[in-house]
């Protein structure tokens, strides 16, 4: 099982629906969790940080489950602005910071 | 405050060629690594370092090289170029708290293309 996995997409969605994608991690000591957002061409930027109570930042939302080893990411009301690759970021073992392959999204007009 | 700072953000190289990629940050942080993101493809880590005089292997070390003698400075030096090292490479740096690892700032990328 790889150390992260995301769903690469493309995920095409209308202008205002709601959208999540997921992320799975195989490391269970994993302490550490981070949703990313990439633009074309661009260094990855930090989205929001991901809490063991789940987290909300406006029209965004991440949830983690430790059971299942899985964080998520919600996104409504999307906007066109929100086209981008979505990277899911664990720790693993030894200090490595591990990224997912990343979620293409395109909001639709 | 500047952050993290790549030089250069484009380079064209022959094949065989050496050349160090400078990455630098003032933010005092500890942790600094270095990815490469090749089209339709995520970031893998190549080398990392956790402190100055510390540096460790990534995922895909091969053909690189590091240092890191100042906790500002972590160059990646390319040995003897390949076309398969044409991607686009991006030095990170976060603190690094003894646990949970912390944001990581990204440089702005160097585009590099090997003939």
């Known amino acids: 099982r790889k150390e992260v996995e995301q769903d690469p997409g493309p995920f095409n969605v209308p202008e205002g629906a709601t959208v999540a994608f997921n992320c799975t991690y195989s490391?269970?000591?994993?302490?550490?969790f981070f949703w990313y957002r990439q633009d074309c061409r661009k260094e990855p930027k930090l989205l929001m940080s991901?809490?063991?109570s789940g987290n909300e930042d406006g029209r965004f939302t991440a949830q983690l489950n430790r059971a299942s080893q899985y964080i998520s990411l919600l996104i409504r009301d999307s906007k066109l602005s929100d086209s981008a690759t979505y990277l899911c970021?664990?720790?693993?073992?030894?200090?490595?910071?591990?990224f997912g392959k990343g979620t293409r999204l395109h909001i639709l007009p | 405050n500047a952050g993290v700072t790549q030089t250069p953000k484009f380079q064209v190289l022959k094949t065989g060629q050496s050349m160090t990629l400078q990455c630098a940050q003032d933010?005092?942080?500890?942790?600094m690594s270095w990815y490469r993101q090749d089209p339709g493809m995520g970031l893998r880590l190549i080398h990392y370092?956790?402190?100055?005089?510390?540096?460790d292997q990534g995922e895909v070390p091969n053909g690189y090289n590091v240092s890191r003698s100042t906790t500002e400075d972590f160059p990646l030096r390319l040995l003897s170029a390949a076309p398969s090292q044409t991607s686009v490479y991006f030095c990170?740096?976060?603190?690094?708290?003894?646990?949970?690892?912390?944001?990581?700032?990204f440089g702005p990328g160097t585009r590099l293309t090997v003939l």
């Open positions: 990170a740096s976060s603190r690094l708290a003894g646990g949970p690892i912390d944001t990581q700032y």
């Open positions: 490391n269970s000591a994993s302490q550490s």
């Open positions: 991901v809490y063991s």
């Open positions: 970021v664990v720790n693993g073992r030894d200090d490595k910071i591990i």
């Open positions: 933010m005092n942080h500890e942790y």
């Open positions: 370092s956790v402190g100055a005089g510390i540096t």
